[in-house]
């Protein structure tokens, strides 16, 4: 089983429509991200957020607004999707990076998949 | 910036054979380095990792890699191939925090 839990594993939505993407970890991980995976690509990265404060935004377009209430819950809240948005967000926790840097293993969830009608 | 290119898009072995799955980075300085494997329909699950710490790196599943400095590489090895291996996996670098990139990934089909 998954320690991070994301939902819901299928959304379907119109252009239209707004939904948001929930992702939960109890590891006591201060690190959080959103990853966006497209068929057949690997996992490219759109947020990080470190001690509950947004740390890296990779460019990603506003109809994607990232959000960390606590230190336990991320979401993504979607808006005016286009189709090509249509892809598996996969959510990820770890130890926060100490001052000197290093890494942290991430954990990853199962993922949304998530279609754009 | 930092990357990793993953040779072959496809891997076929036979049931029992030896696994190699190859990854080269790009970096100045030696890097964190990793493989991630993804089963069908799940979240990625980390094989092993490079930290410096020791060369040969072992992981889950009978998984192990060598980190070489003179090849920039960081190959993935598993003696003998189960059939439950056959799915896709990523090899992953990063240098600085927490910004992890990927390969273009590598699936591995096992043949019986």
């Known amino acids: 089983d998954t320690e991070v839990t994301q939902t819901p594993k299928h959304l379907v939505m119109g252009m239209t429509n707004k939904k948001s993407l929930k992702c939960e970890q109890h590891m006591g991980h201060r690190a959080m991200y959103w990853y966006k995976q497209k068929a057949k690509k690997p996992p490219e990265l759109m947020f990080v957020y470190s001690y509950e404060k947004l740390s890296i935004n990779e460019s990603v377009p506003s109809r994607f607004s990232p959000e960390c209430p606590n230190s336990s819950l991320l979401n993504l809240h979607l808006h005016a999707l286009q189709p090509e948005d249509s892809a598996l967000y996969l959510c990820?926790?770890?130890?926060?990076?100490?001052?000197?840097?290093?890494?942290?293993?991430?954990?990853f969830g199962d993922g949304t998949r998530l279609s754009i009608l | 910036a930092q990357s990793v290119t993953q040779l072959g898009s496809h891997v076929s072995v036979s049931e029992g054979a030896l696994v190699l799955l190859r990854c080269n980075y790009s970096?100045?300085?030696?890097?964190?380095l990793f493989w991630y494997v993804q089963y069908p329909n799940q979240g990625l699950q980390l094989l092993l990792k490079y930290t410096s710490a020791a060369t040969l790196v072992k992981g889950i599943n009978g998984f192990e890699a060598e980190f070489k400095k003179s090849e920039t590489s960081f190959h993935l090895t598993k003696p003998s191939a189960h059939m439950s291996d056959a799915t896709e996996y990523f090899c992953a670098v990063t240098r600085y925090g927490n910004k992890l990139v990927f390969g273009a990934g590598t699936i591995l089909r096992v043949k019986s």
């Open positions: 990820a926790s770890s130890r926060a990076s100490g001052l000197l840097g290093g890494y942290q293993p991430q954990h």
């Open positions: 970096s100045s300085v030696p890097p964190y």
